[in-house]
Structure formats: structure tokens, C-alpha cells
């Protein structure tokens, strides 16, 4: 049974479990990824099959050894101490923040997924509901964004025992590199949106390195934006994905700027929304780089 603990002076929330679905089973700064991904309503009365297909898994992502981790004991175990700390430097998080602003509406109903002790959502936004999830509950409790936060090992039971359609919009942020079954998370994620709603995955090439999968700690930064992106394609429903990205100044060298190939560092914010809508419920992605 799922507790859902509610902040002081609100009311409790007991969202409805879902029975319909089983339970299963430090490196510098040199990139910042940012991959944001939106359904869109688009219901089809003359084509049930693709709308009845919307969030199946159509394909596994991972092999046996991708899922691995060099650390195998529980991860509640290895979270079970509070980091208050930011594993992101100030440009990541301005960013990163940035991005909520733009496509976070105001009034929405949100689920921080893989949550801690800061959010990194507009501090002038407000937000009708945000619900947290993670594995610490002392972090989880000093985050002053969330009304609400459970804890729950997504690596033993990626079921979210939470409505369908319940939210605007799901974060996961530099976390989704230790998601031992993230086809089955993504899924999880497509049921709880709304039509319309957006999720948004950021994560930087930091990471807890005993803890991170073998597709992630053996992949290039290159190889790890197209392993998030073939997660949100194994999922029905899900668009293909838009990759923008952008290379702070700081790290740009002074030579460089001479050079006539000095504008491939300086690029940012480059893509172009791509809608493919598919069933009932299609997903946009935005990936960002920094």
C-alpha cells in the first residue's frame, strides 16, 4: 500500500491504486541534457487499435547487462542517508529552470518523479498540486515545492500506485541514468499524464557511477541522449523526439572564437518540434543540451 505523506496544514490525499497493472520486480561538467516530452489529445474514433495500443511497450531497450549496476545491494539501502546537496552546478539549474518556466503551465498538477530536497521549478510559479517521489524521506520532507511525496524503489516495482491521467506534467531530473527498468517507468509515466501534458527528463554526465546502469556508465554523451530517446520510443503513444541544445559561454576557449568553426560552440536552442501523433495520446520530446 502506497502512504502518501502530505505536507503540514494539508489535507490528506489518497489517490486510487491502479490494479490493473502488475507490480515487477564525480565527473566534471562538460555536457547538460535536457529531454522534455508532450502528449497531445489526439483521439481517433474510426481507429480503436491504435488507441487501445497507447502506452504498451512495443520493444525492450535494454539488454540483461545493460540493466546491470556495479553496486547491487538495494538502492534504499544507498539512499537511505540525506544528501542535501545539489549534484548540478548554477547553469544547470538556471537552465534547467528556465525550461519549467516555458512549458510548465501555472495551474498544473505535476509529479517530480525521482525527487530530493529542491525541485528547481520558478519560485514565482504556482502550481495547482506537486507531488514528489523518491527515496530518502528526510529530503523528500524539506523540499518546499511538494504537497505531497511517497517513497518508492522504482528499481523493485515500477508500478505508480496513481491515478490515470492525473497529471499536467512529470520531472525526472539527473536520475533517469539509474532506471533499471525504464521502459516499464516511461510506460508508467504515458498513463499518468493528461493529454497534453509534457515530461520533462534532464540529466548531466554526473553520476553516482556504482549506481548507474552498464548502457549508461559504458555509453558517450552522444550514445546516452539516444538511449533516453529510444525509452520514450518504446513506448506506443510517444513521439519522436526534438534535441535541442546549447554549450554554456564559459566553456567556450577564446581560440575558438577565432577559428572559423568557432559558431559550432557557440550554438544553442537548436531544433525543431516534430509531431507525429500516433493513438489517442502522442508524446513530443524536447532535448536541450548545454
Not at 120 to 135: D, E, F, S, T
Not at 148 to 156: A, I, P, S
Not at 234 to 245: A, D, L, S, Y
Request: hydrophobic fraction near 40%; aromatic fraction near 12%.
Amino acid at each position: 500500500m502506497l502512504t502518501i505523506h502530505p505536507k503540514p496544514g494539508l489535507r490528506s490525499w489518497h489517490p486510487p491504486i491502479v490494479a490493473t497493472l502488475q507490480a515487477t520486480s564525480s565527473l566534471p561538467f562538460k555536457t547538460r541534457l535536457f529531454l522534455a516530452a508532450k502528449t497531445t489529445n489526439m483521439l481517433n474514433e474510426s481507429n480503436e487499435t491504435e488507441r487501445s495500443s497507447a502506452g504498451k511497450i512495443k520493444r525492450l531497450v535494454l539488454s540483461e547487462e545493460g540493466r546491470t549496476k556495479l553496486n547491487s545491494y538495494p538502492d534504499r539501502e544507498f539512499y537511505s542517508y540525506p544528501r542535501f546537496v545539489t549534484h548540478v552546478d548554477d547553469g544547470f539549474i538556471s537552465t534547467l529552470t528556465d525550461l519549467y518556466q516555458e512549458k510548465l503551465r501555472p495551474g498544473s498538477e505535476i509529479l517530480d518523479l525521482m525527487s530530493s530536497w529542491v525541485s528547481h521549478l520558478p519560485n514565482q510559479a504556482v502550481y495547482k498540486r506537486i507531488v514528489g517521489h523518491g527515496l530518502n524521506a528526510q529530503e523528500l520532507a524539506r523540499n518546499p515545492r511538494l504537497d505531497y511525496f511517497f517513497v518508492k524503489d522504482l528499481n523493485q516495482d515500477q508500478k505508480l500506485e496513481l491515478e490515470s491521467s492525473s497529471f499536467d506534467a512529470v520531472l525526472c531530473t539527473v536520475s533517469v541514468q539509474y532506471l533499471q527498468q525504464p521502459e516499464k517507468v516511461f510506460a508508467e509515466v504515458f498513463r499518468v499524464l493528461r493529454p497534453g501534458g509534457a515530461f520533462i527528463v534532464s540529466f548531466s554526465n554526473r553520476l553516482f557511477y556504482e549506481k548507474a546502469i552498464g548502457a549508461w556508465r559504458d555509453g558517450t554523451g552522444y550514445s546516452r541522449v539516444q538511449l533516453v530517446v529510444q525509452y520514450f520510443q518504446c513506448v506506443e503513444g510517444f513521439t519522436q523526439p526534438e534535441i535541442i541544445r546549447k554549450v554554456p559561454a564559459a566553456a567556450v576557449d577564446p581560440q575558438q572564437e577565432k577559428s572559423p568553426f568557432g559558431w559550432i560552440m557557440r550554438f544553442a536552442w537548436i531544433g525543431v518540434w516534430i509531431r507525429s501523433f500516433l493513438c489517442c495520446r502522442s508524446l513530443q520530446e524536447l532535448q536541450t543540451c548545454v
